[in-house]
């Protein structure tokens, strides 16, 4: 089994750069139930892999307008993740937040839209990192995690609170 310590973090190398968006609004998280990809069949947030040459935060805009529909703006940088799972992938998210977007929650082929009152995220139905670090996100922490998966088991992670630093 992995651990963290069995990593050298100086020089990992994601396979695949990612985001993730949340939209907070009005005491709700604008949520997904994911129909494709990695993490198919589990609740998040929208947000997918950067493209070569964008910048995270232009993904994030780009996969909230593909899967949902919507155009977010004004995003806050939240935090990273670097998550090695123990079959080899690994894959770095920037995650975002806002309150604001233009258009409708629509589902597309990627995913459903799902509007939730903040205190009652369906942790049981998400990946298990998301109940560790989702309520420090929310209180408008940042943080940067490091998480090793086996599959859909969460085997080790460390997270750490990051000092803004604009």
Request: glycine share 8%; with cysteine.
């Amino acid at each position: 089994m992995k651990q963290l310590a069995d990593i050298d973090w100086d020089n990992w190398q994601a396979k695949d750069p990612a985001t993730l968006v949340f939209v907070i609004r009005d005491g709700q998280i604008l949520l997904i139930n994911k129909k494709t990809g990695l993490g198919k069949g589990k609740v998040n947030g929208p947000g997918g892999k950067v493209e070569p040459g964008e910048k995270p935060e232009e993904c994030a805009v780009r996969e909230c307008q593909e899967e949902l529909s919507i155009t977010v703006s004004n995003l806050q940088y939240c935090g990273q993740h670097r998550f090695q799972f123990v079959d080899g992938y690994s894959i770095h998210v920037w995650v975002y937040r806002t309150a604001e977007y233009e258009g409708i929650p629509t589902e597309s082929l990627e995913a459903k839209p799902l509007w939730v009152s903040l205190d009652d995220i369906p942790y049981e139905k998400m990946w298990e990192d998301d109940a560790i670090w989702l309520p420090m996100m929310i209180r408008g922490e940042r943080f940067q995690g490091r998480w090793i998966f086996d599959g859909d088991k969460m085997v080790d992670y460390e997270l750490l609170a990051e000092q803004e630093n604009d």
